[in-house]
């Protein structure tokens, strides 16, 4: 059972490129989230998705930013016309459901890092 | 609006001894709350976590405390050993809602 699949790890983009992150959650996982890292920070919440919906987008700057987990396929993180603030560790994880007291941990992919120059 | 809060940004301890890493959160509505440690260039590991039922829980050298009325949780690692050393995040969700994270505490075991 692979673990949370993130490519690529590294992606360096020029300035207004667009950036495409992925995803592939662990097997049976239906609950995927996206966190960034920001040199010496700590994991700031950007999205939470299920299957074909977005949950909560409260993390995600209101432009430039969106995500989308199709009911075939990853998770996608894309970043429109990207800007040097937005070079950051990418994490996503994904936890097999949402239950009440007693949840369950998140499992992290390796990150993606993202370099704009 | 920072939720989770740890406000030590390193510790340093000596091989052997007590590390405890500490974490205070704001929101009432959190009810389970977790510990993750990361090594550098990898994605963050789950290590032990709580819910808001209990006020401890053990696994092996790790034991995590819940202060609810204070709304403070710590990780004791003991004894600690020099592959402890690594960045360790809190974290804590409330039902039905997304993690919210620390900002993480490098910890530094010296041999």
């Known amino acids: 059972n692979a673990g949370v699949m993130q490519n690529p790890r590294h992606l360096v983009r020029r300035r207004g490129q667009e950036a495409r992150l992925r995803c592939s959650p662990m097997?049976?996982?239906?609950?995927v989230y996206w966190y960034r890292q920001l040199p010496e920070e700590g994991l700031k919440f950007m999205v939470y998705?299920?299957?074909?919906?977005?949950?909560?987008e409260s993390g995600m700057p209101k432009e430039r930013f969106s995500a989308e987990f199709p009911k075939e396929g990853p998770s996608i993180l894309r970043i429109q016309q990207v800007v040097r603030g937005d070079s950051a560790a990418y994490f996503c994880?994904?936890?097999?459901?949402?239950?009440?007291?007693?949840?369950?941990?998140?499992?992290f992919g390796q990150g993606t890092r993202l370099t704009v120059v | 609006d920072q939720q989770v809060k740890q406000n030590s940004p390193s510790l340093s301890v000596q091989e052997g001894r007590i590390s405890i890493l500490n974490c205070d959160y704001t929101?009432?509505?959190?009810?389970?709350f977790l510990w993750y440690k990361k090594y550098p260039a990898e994605g963050p590991t789950f290590l032990i976590s709580i819910s808001s039922i209990k006020d401890k829980n053990e696994d092996g050298r790790f034991t995590v405390f819940l202060n609810k009325s204070a709304k403070h949780l710590s990780l004791h690692i003991v004894p600690s050993q020099p592959g402890d050393s690594a960045v360790y995040f809190c974290a804590a969700s409330a039902s039905g809602h997304d993690m919210r994270f620390g900002a993480g505490t490098r910890l530094t075991v010296k041999p």
């Open positions: 929101n009432s509505m959190f009810d389970y």
């Open positions: 998705l299920q299957k074909e919906n977005i949950i909560d």
């Open positions: 097997k049976g996982h239906s609950h």
């Open positions: 994880a994904s936890s097999p459901n949402r239950g009440l007291i007693g949840d369950t941990e998140a499992f």
